[in-house]
């Protein structure tokens, strides 16, 4: 009985250990992202850069990952999901390395864009890798690491920030060996992007790719370190819910008539309204937020920290939830909670009075309330729509179109994160917070009802067993 239970946890160790390497493209994906949140002031002044520019630069790196999410599911159904990892590491240490040294916004803002490329590559090749090497009982928590590691990421990236900023005195002075702070920032990815390629080295690669490479020999020895049950049974279900004769095509999720798939919509709206809330703004420019109604840059920065910090620890109450609840109920009670804290920050950046710049100003009560749903706000996305999102991303499409429909879902969400990201500058100097918060409100009110109407549970469920 001993033996049994000690190779469960060798068995469950294993597992975790594979599907943690596999999640620090999930951690270089929200590194990446966030690490320009303390330069944005800096690249303004430093580049003499308008806010359009200034947008552009943080944004089109998206663009890039919608670039890298809408290729990277052919590549890794056609290299492997291990290949792909080391392609995308190789990707985020070029451009950690060329952000840091750029000579002027053109230049900083095409290797922003290769960075994109590997974060979109990342964001497609983790949850897919770990759904395919996971047990369908703890497939939800391990689908969740990856949000796990976005937002760790994301932490220790706004943290990298704050620490050299403070040890500098801003972003905009001189740091270590006389070089601006700034640059700094981007070459702390550096280390763990490095990380991430020869970790890659040491995982194997995903049964259900192996299978499908006709590979079956190869699948066995991995399946027999991550389940319990009939290797043999498992390899032959597999092989019935995979087309060996061809790679997938982008034409498997047509149907007849020539429309997308039903199920690839859901996957859609599921991207899309990820983003439409709003929360990367958070994340994204969350430093010139608190600085616009009235914070030091000092101060902004902290207020970032901690609101980094709170996004992990809710991920945490989403991986402790996610496979007992299921994923329809955390989804709904998000999306409520997202409603009610975005609304309440569009009613107060709405109504307060504007300075002379056309920033809000906060007195000491209003302003408490907005930092406070700020951070619920960001409690309400963390235990829900971001890292539930990723699990039924990895878990809802069937093995003959998961990589295929991941890149499409994927993509999309890389372009709303864009739109968001661009547009948020020109709103917030043109309309207002109060404006942007509206706009973030409704679609958390939608996100609503399209769980309620569209979304299926699927917890529990073998990944054979998705229609």
């Not at 149907?255 to 991207?271: D, F, H, K, N, Y």
Request: with cysteine; proline share 3%; aromatic share 12%.
């Amino acid at each position: 009985m001993s033996n049994i239970s000690s190779r469960r946890k060798s068995n469950t160790l294993y597992i975790v250990l594979i599907a943690a390497v596999a999640a620090l493209g999930g951690f270089l994906f929200g590194f990446d992202t966030a690490v320009i949140n303390g330069a944005v002031a800096a690249l303004a002044v430093g580049f003499s850069a308008n806010s359009v520019f200034v947008g552009l630069a943080v944004s089109l790196a998206l663009l890039g990952s919608a670039l890298g999410a809408f290729y990277a599911g052919n590549i890794a159904d056609r290299y492997g999901r291990v290949k792909a990892m080391i392609a995308a590491s190789i990707l985020f240490t070029i451009s950690a390395i060329g952000s840091g040294a750029a000579f002027g916004i053109w230049d900083f803002t095409f290797w922003r864009l290769l960075g994109g490329i590997a974060v979109g590559a990342a964001s497609v090749i983790a949850p897919a890798y770990i759904a395919e090497c996971s047990p369908a009982n703890l497939r939800g928590r391990l689908g969740s690491l990856q949000q796990l590691a976005i937002v760790i990421g994301i932490f220790l990236a706004l943290l990298c920030d704050y620490f050299i900023a403070v040890s500098a005195g801003s972003a905009e002075s001189p740091f270590l060996f006389g070089i601006v702070a700034w640059r700094w920032m981007f070459w702390t990815e550096i280390p763990p992007a490095v990380l991430y390629g020869m970790s890659a080295l040491m995982i194997p690669e995903s049964p259900r790719y192996l299978v499908a490479q006709g590979r079956e020999q190869e699948a066995s020895k991995v399946l027999t370190k991550i389940i319990r049950g009939n290797v043999r049974e498992k390899i032959a279900e597999i092989r019935r819910t995979v087309l060996r004769e061809r790679q997938p095509k982008f034409s498997d999720l047509l149907t007849r008539r020539g429309g997308l798939l039903p199920i690839v919509w859901v996957g859609i709206g599921l991207s899309v309204l990820q983003q439409l809330v709003g929360i990367n703004v958070i994340f994204y420019y969350s430093s010139v937020l608190w600085r616009a109604v009235g914070f030091s840059e000092q101060d902004s920065l902290t207020i970032t920290v901690i609101t980094g910090a709170v996004n992990i620890i809710t991920t945490l109450v989403a991986i402790a939830f996610v496979d007992k609840f299921g994923r329809k109920p955390l989804l709904v009670l998000g999306s409520i909670g997202m409603t009610i804290t975005l609304g309440t920050l569009a009613v107060i950046f709405g109504n307060a009075p504007v300075n002379a710049a056309g920033s809000p100003i906060l007195g000491e009560t209003t302003g408490f309330i907005a930092l406070f749903a700020a951070n619920i706000f960001v409690f309400c996305f963390g235990f829900s729509w971001g890292p539930v999102v990723w699990v039924l991303l990895g878990e809802m499409f069937n093995n003959r179109i998961r990589g295929a429909a991941l890149s499409i879902a994927t993509a999309i969400q890389w372009i709303a994160n864009f739109a968001i990201s661009t547009s948020f500058p020109p709103i917030l100097q043109y309309l207002g917070l109060g404006a942007a918060y509206g706009i973030y409100t409704t679609a958390a009110a939608i996100s609503f009802f399209f769980v309620l109407f569209f979304v299926k549970e699927t917890k529990g469920m073998e990944l054979e067993q998705m229609q």
